[in-house]
């Protein structure tokens, strides 16, 4: 059963609370703290990224830099220097963005999007938060000749090899498959196995896929996410930190000696993803620092005055 984890307080009253469950490993790779249903799978959405972007590099995929490995696992804003990756990445494979399956949008930052507009823009895949992710999976397909038209069929040699490498990182038994929003299978995975594999992601070799993944996140906490967005403001004040957010309130990270994290708010609200990651990421030991401070309990606004707080509910973590 979930718990509470996140409240809302404005004006002195607590408005409203957000539940869910939530998982810190210690380093052998053991919960330190279990809250709620941290061994029940659910769909970690974007959270799987950087497991999908492992099985490219498993199956030849060689990014030109990290940032076009960064950009494979990327839930990114559309702006002007995601878009650019993603059409480099496209053209340096020979195609071009209708190759791409996932839905047609606009870019999902404010300033991007309202460019966009005013250009008589036209929704296009290559602006849809995952089109990093489907241009690195042709250019897989490209190199190992796999069939590039249905690539997001289950049955696909490059999902099944999708599904073998989740498996092997989380070592959670296969259950049936769901679809994500960007219309790839997705494998669910409890919040333990997820925790887990982002442990093995941020200490693994230098030279293996895991960690090469786990360094590209860490150098480009921008280009996987956007401008102001709660991967890169996280990741900028804790150095080391690798994460990932998953839609729906889901999120995963992990530090340098392997303690790690994951945890699913139930609502998804977004309000209560930062709170509840700085909250944890105290509890795993980071150096504390007044960026974090910054962070860690965001105002509720009354007009312009701050009236409440968005705070992880005393005592629980």
Request: with cysteine.
């Amino acid at each position: 059963m979930s718990v509470e984890l996140v409240e809302v307080v404005r004006s002195g009253f607590r408005e409203c609370v957000h539940r869910g469950s939530a998982v810190i490993l210690a380093t052998d790779g053991e919960p330190s703290l279990a809250l709620g249903e941290v061994h029940v799978p659910i769909f970690p959405r974007s959270t799987n990224k950087p497991m999908q972007a492992i099985t490219l590099l498993r199956n030849g995929f060689e990014p030109l830099d990290d940032a076009e490995l960064a950009i494979a696992t990327a839930s990114h804003y559309g702006e002007q220097d995601h878009v650019a990756l993603v059409r480099r990445l496209l053209d340096r494979f020979g195609f071009n963005e209708k190759a791409l399956e996932c839905p047609p949008d606009l870019p999902s930052d404010e300033r991007a999007r309202a460019a966009a507009l005013a250009g008589s823009v036209e929704p296009s895949p290559v602006y849809m938060n995952c089109s990093g992710k489907h241009a690195a999976m042709l250019a897989t397909c490209a190199i190992n000749g796999w069939p590039t038209e249905g690539y997001l069929d289950k049955a696909h040699p490059l999902q099944q090899s999708v599904i073998a490498t989740i498996t092997d990182l989380t070592g959670e038994p296969e259950t049936d498959l769901g679809i994500d929003g960007c219309g790839l299978p997705i494998v669910p995975v409890s919040l333990v196995n997820l925790a887990r594999a982002f442990a093995i992601m941020a200490t693994a070799d230098p030279e293996a896929p895991e960690r090469r993944v786990a360094d590209a996140i860490r150098a480009h906490p921008r280009v996987i996410s956007g401008t102001k967005a709660p991967d890169l403001l996280t990741m900028q004040a804790t150095p080391g930190l690798v994460c990932k957010i998953g839609a729906d309130g889901v999120h995963a990270g992990a530090l340098p000696d392997g303690t790690a994290f994951a945890y699913k708010i139930d609502d998804g609200h977004d309000r209560a993803r930062i709170p509840l990651t700085l909250a944890i990421l105290h509890r795993m030991g980071i150096d504390w620092t007044d960026a974090h401070t910054e962070l860690a309990a965001p105002a509720v606004l009354g007009g312009s005055a701050r009236v409440g707080v968005i705070r992880t509910i005393p005592g629980v973590l």
